[in-house]
Nanobody, 120 residues
Framework: QVQLVESGGGLVQPGGSLRVSCKAS????????MTWYRQAPGKQRELVAT???????SYAPSVKGRFTISRDNTNNTVYLQMNSLKPEDTAVYYC??????????????WGQGTQVTVSS
């Protein structure tokens, strides 16, 4: 059994910063890629940023230069530091991890989502 628990969402003013995190727990052998997606009301879920186990990152053009993805392999946690936030960044942010469990895999898991609202 593997669970992803997200935290850190909230309300922030335009231009502000916020950090969300996602910790995987359970019967984990190894975590491969870690990814953040987001979904705004009435829109499709979109990829925001991803990081490999080795630390290679990639970003959606809309967030490049403003968001930073990082990970702590010891604690199976991924972070998304969001700076210079804009109202269009408002969405539910989901983490997605590819995990090798002690029972097999790799399998893909989603977090429950955390709301980020950028508004004055």
């Amino acid at each position: 059994q593997v669970q992803l628990v997200e935290s850190g969402g909230g309300l922030v003013q335009p231009g502000g910063s916020l950090r969300v995190s996602c910790k995987a727990s359970g019967s984990i052998s190894s975590v491969y890629a870690m990814t953040w997606y987001r979904q705004a009301p009435g829109k499709q879920r979109e990829l925001v940023a991803t990081i490999t186990r080795g630390g290679i990152t990639s970003y959606a053009p809309s967030v490049k230069g403003r968001f930073t993805i990082s990970r702590d392999n010891t604690n199976n946690t991924v972070y998304l530091q969001m700076n210079s936030l804009k109202p269009e960044d408002t969405a539910v942010y989901y983490c997605y991890q590819t995990i090798q469990t002690i029972l097999g895999g790799p399998f893909n898991y989603w977090g429950q989502g955390t709301q980020v609202t950028v508004s004055s």
